[in-house]
T-cell receptor, first 116, second 113 residues
């Protein structure tokens, strides 16, 4: 119940394309869903996060779509650029409950390559 | 503000030894979480500290321990190193009470031979 399943494992798109990365969770207590971007040799960087009270959130070229009934959320990268080539991780947690403090459950990651 | 810093960046240790890793959070952040990242298991939560108290712990053996100081800096210790402990160890800091809006450091790459 603590798992977050992420797909696809890898993704190749052309510059300007819209890569979509999907995540699914089981624990209905989860109510905080961030996305991280990681470049080789660096730590993950927080991109954008969403709570279940909204179905979509945009920050720049990054959009999260959230489907509470399906227990799924996805990241869309608009007008993708070669500089977006990185590994992307979704995560989930609950903002309540002492067993969840400071603990993010991560998906397995998606390696994105954006070709020029 | 300066970001999260971790030292050392790289370590090579021998099986059976112990190691201490250090993390300095973003100024003003009181929560520090630690994660282990490996190609096979991905990012796994180790533990979280807030105001010098461990509030949460992941499913790792007791060889993995940590602490937090009054200035919010944190250390983690791994005793009796095993080959399988080779990984990137990441710490993340957060300003909020929930400790969930996390900002990661660059990590410490530990290699156990």
């Amino acid at each position: 119940q603590q798992q977050v399943k992420q797909s696809p494992q890898s993704l190749i798109v052309q510059k300007g394309g819209i890569p979509i990365i999907n995540c699914a969770y089981e624990n209905t207590a989860f109510d905080y869903f961030p996305w991280y971007q990681q470049f080789p040799g660096k730590g993950p960087a927080l991109l954008i996060a969403i709570r279940p009270d909204v179905s979509e959130k945009k920050e720049g070229r990054f959009t999260i779509s959230f489907n509470k009934s399906a227990k799924q959320f996805s990241l869309h990268i608009m007008d993708s650029q070669p500089g977006d080539s990185a590994t992307y991780f979704c995560a989930a947690s609950s903002l309540t409950g002492s067993s969840n403090t400071g603990k993010l459950i991560f998906g397995q990651g998606t390696t994105l390559q954006v070709k020029p | 503000k300066a970001g999260v810093t971790q030292t050392p960046r790289y370590l090579i240790k021998t099986r059976g030894q112990q190691v201490t890793l250090s993390c300095s959070p973003i100024s003003g952040h009181r929560s520090v979480s630690w994660y282990q990242q490996t190609p096979g298991q991905g990012l796994q939560f180790l533990f979280e500290y807030f105001s010098e108290t461990q509030r949460n712990k992941g499913n790792f053996p007791g060889r993995f321990s940590g602490r937090q100081f009054s200035n919010s800096r944190s250390e983690m210790n791994v005793s009796t190193l095993e080959l399988g402990d080779s990984a990137l160890y990441l710490c993340a800091s957060s300003s909020g009470v929930t400790g969930l809006e996390q900002y990661f450091g660059p990590g410490t790459r530990l290699t156990v031979t």
